[in-house]
């Protein structure tokens, strides 16, 4: 992998990874772009203990370009977008419209292809393994910012998910703070250690590949399952089988075969709500035509400078709000005023689902 550091107009940092040692990245960024100015700030919840971001600089964020107006592809035919060169592999850039920015955190735009109407199921294999390069670069860049606290690598996918440029992207938040989700599974962990003597992740992931009804696949280096007790309709989480705190740690074998699992995870995800012989609607044969499955794909890692740290397993967890063709999973009263999920599909149909539409 090679990596080149450069910056766009305004002095944003961008960030191209590339396959091959001998590319050359000179392209400058010329657009007439106005100094960056964001309004970021963080606030503590005293009730609930969590923190919020307030950035209304974000409610002039590009929304819904057309395709040959997208920030995202390459410079090319005489309009400039975010990415100066006329192609790439993969760009790591600072958000123009960041949630977090400055002591708030920081926030970053992962793009994994120019190929504007690719997915990241698309991809290649040695694409996806430049995707996971990139990924722990950043880890490690960030976790070297003062003030960093915690990493967040993840990728929206699909307009019912909020996703307001379509071009296939992830992002990568560092925040000043471990967050709620990571602090309330530190806790689960550290009550767990302490009543039973063993490590909470692996006893989970012990109970999955032990009772193996909710796992979708197994490899020699990673296990993807349905939780027990899932909040998704569709939920799969995804663990290296030696336990490490984030992707940095991940060894070579891991490494290897984490491409060939998650694109096939990914490709299972998009045949969900297929009808047999291919035709979209799934089993019940409806919402023919709609659009591939909508998913959240979001790492957890184990915050910085955190003496526990080790006990932290990361893994990643993928889900999409669809429920059956044509269905969306709204977080209505239960799930949003008092955080209590209601599930509509058993975690063991969901396993048994993905395992059915296993790519070819």
């Known amino acids: 992998m090679k990596k080149t550091s450069t910056r766009l107009a305004d002095g944003r940092e961008l960030v191209y990874y590339d396959a091959r040692d001998d590319v050359v990245r000179d392209a400058v960024d010329r657009r007439p772009l106005d100094p960056i100015s964001t309004t970021s700030e963080i606030r503590r919840d005293p009730l609930l203990s969590d923190f919020v971001a ?85 880890t490690a860049e960030l976790a070297e910012v003062p003030g960093v606290r915690q990493v967040f690598c993840f990728e929206n996918r699909g307009a019912e998910i909020g996703v307001t440029l379509g071009h296939p992207h992830g992002q990568i938040y560092a925040y000043p703070f471990t967050t709620p989700r990571t602090a309330l599974m530190q806790r689960s962990a550290a009550a767990h250690r302490a009543a039973t003597g063993r490590n909470l992740f692996d006893d989970v992931v012990g109970r999955e590949r032990a009772e193996a009804e909710r796992v979708v696949l197994e490899t020699g280096e990673w296990v993807a399952f349905v939780p027990y007790a899932a909040h998704w309709p569709y ?6 089988k030696r336990r490490v705190p984030d992707l940095r ?26 009808a047999p012989g291919g035709v979209p609607g799934g089993p019940e044969k409806e919402g023919r035509g709609e659009s591939p499955t909508p998913y959240i794909a979001a790492w957890h890692q184990a915050p910085f400078g955190d003496p526990e740290r080790d006990e932290f ?29 209601i599930n509509d599909v058993p975690p063991e149909a969901a396993a048994r689902r993905l395992r059915e539409v296993a790519t070819k």
């Open 235 to 240: 939920e799969v989480h995804l663990y290296p």
């Open 249 to 274: 740690a991940l060894d070579d074998a891991a490494r290897t075969e984490f491409p060939r699992v998650y694109l096939e995870l990914l490709r299972r995800f998009d045949r969900i709500f297929e």
């Open 313 to 341: 397993a990361l893994h990643l967890e993928l889900f999409t709000i669809r429920r059956t063709s044509g269905k969306l999973k709204f977080l209505a009263g239960s799930e949003s005023g008092m955080s209590v999920f």
């Open 54 to 138: 307030i950035a209304s600089h974000r409610q002039g964020r590009t929304y819904h370009p057309p395709a040959d107006e997208c920030p995202l592809c390459p410079s090319r035919d005489g309009r400039r977008s975010e990415i100066p060169d006329e192609d790439y592999d993969v760009v790591v850039f600072e958000n123009r419209f960041p949630s977090l920015a400055g002591d708030a955190g920081r926030c970053e735009v992962v793009c994994f292809t120019p190929d504007h109407d690719a997915s990241f199921a698309d991809l290649t294999e040695d694409r996806a393994a430049l995707v996971l390069e990139a990924w722990t670069d950043r």
